[in-house]
Every structure is written in structure tokens, then in C-alpha cells.
Nanobody, 123 residues
Framework: VQLQASGGGSVQVKSSLRLSCSASGGTFSALSLGWFRQAPGDERRFVAAISWGANRTYYADSVKGRFTVSRENGKSMVYLQMNSMEFEDTAVYYC?????????????????WGQGTLVTVSS
């Protein structure tokens, strides 16, 4: 499975941005998709995930209520809608795929990763 994230850029505090991730080479509907991010000087951290099948969603506490993860199986796309953005959201965002249905916050379960897209939040 090849993943390609896009949509990053520079935005102002409290604004919105939508990231997209396209997938190819696999059965997209049988994959759970996750978003992770890595801020400067920090480790990569879980942001959000959506399972295959029931489309269950999971969020890090820091983004809950502000970010929404969704998917379009027919287009092999996963999205991360980011609202009310904060300085702390500045990071490189990665999409990832796994066949797992549970523990989707654990990056070790993800076997496929996109290249990352940079999001910078400023005043």
C-alpha cells in the first residue's frame, strides 16, 4: 500500500485546514487509517484514526472536538479536518495504514506510512 498525504501549509491560529491522504495498491476498505504528527524536537504522536468496517474513530485528547477524521472508500481517501487550530498543532502530519481493528493509537501496528505533510500554525 502506498500512501500520499497532502494539504499541509501555513495557517493562522483558530483557522481550519483539511489534510488528505490517498492510498493505492491495496484493499482500502479493509484498512484502518491513522494520522500521526511529529512536532519539532518531539517524537511522533497519535492524532486520530478510523477503523475499517464500522468506521470507528479515535482521537488524541489534544485534538478531540477540534479534529475530525473521515474516509471515502470509493476514492481510497482519508481526511483529517482540523478546526480551531492552535500553535501546538504545528507538526509534520503522517497518514498510516494497518489491517488492525483495535489499539489504533499504537503506531507500531501501522505497516504503511505516507511521506508526511507540514502544517505550521502561526499568529
Amino acid at each position: 500500500v502506498q500512501l500520499q498525504a497532502s494539504g499541509g501549509g501555513s495557517v493562522q491560529v483558530k483557522s481550519s485546514l483539511r489534510l488528505s491522504c490517498s492510498a493505492s495498491g491495496g484493499t482500502f476498505s479493509a484498512l484502518s487509517l491513522g494520522w500521526f504528527r511529529q512536532a519539532p524536537g518531539d517524537e511522533r504522536r497519535f492524532v486520530a484514526a478510523i477503523s475499517w468496517g464500522a468506521n470507528r474513530t479515535y482521537y488524541a485528547d489534544s485534538v478531540k472536538g477540534r479534529f475530525t477524521v473521515s474516509r471515502e472508500n470509493g476514492k481510497s481517501m482519508v481526511y483529517l479536518q482540523m478546526n480551531s487550530m492552535e500553535f501546538e498543532d504545528t507538526a509534520v502530519y503522517y497518514c498510516a495504514a494497518t489491517i488492525a481493528l483495535s489499539r489504533l493509537t499504537d503506531e507500531k501496528l501501522y505497516s504503511h506510512w505516507g511521506q508526511g505533510t507540514l502544517v505550521t500554525v502561526s499568529s
